[in-house]
């Protein structure tokens, strides 16, 4: 089976709900706390490959960080990146991974098309 790994912020309900529906299947996954372990830049670009989208959509608009740096500009898919690396509170949860799919668990019951 492949292994599936869940990038959690443990603060958020949501995020947690999605751990929820995981072990409910009995299914076995890496939580990786992405606050305290951020992603690379490498991984970044990873994950909105799998997921089909621009680094800007996995960016959390509604942050303060994102409010008081980057609201109202415009930057590269590689300045994205970057800045979800030096922020990564900026960054969309969560974000399940299974093999080369991958989906943000908003609502967490998205999750289950990975099953």
């Not at 939580?31 to 970044?44: F, R, S």
């Not at 990564?88 to 299974?98: Q, S």
């Amino acid at each position: 089976m492949e292994k599936i790994r869940i990038y959690h912020n443990a603060r958020c309900s949501k995020s947690r709900s999605v751990c929820e529906l995981v072990a409910a299947k009995g299914l076995d996954a890496e939580v990786v706390e992405y606050l305290k372990t951020p992603p690379t830049k490498a991984e970044l670009a990873r994950l909105v490959k799998l997921l089909g989208i621009a680094p800007l959509d996995l960016i959390r608009s509604g942050e303060a960080m994102f409010k008081e740096h980057y609201a109202g500009k415009t930057l590269s898919d590689d300045e994205w990146l970057d800045a979800m690396v030096t922020h990564p509170i900026l960054i969309e949860r969560p974000i399940v991974v299974k093999g080369a799919q991958a989906v943000i668990g908003r609502p967490p019951e998205k999750v289950l098309e990975l099953f």
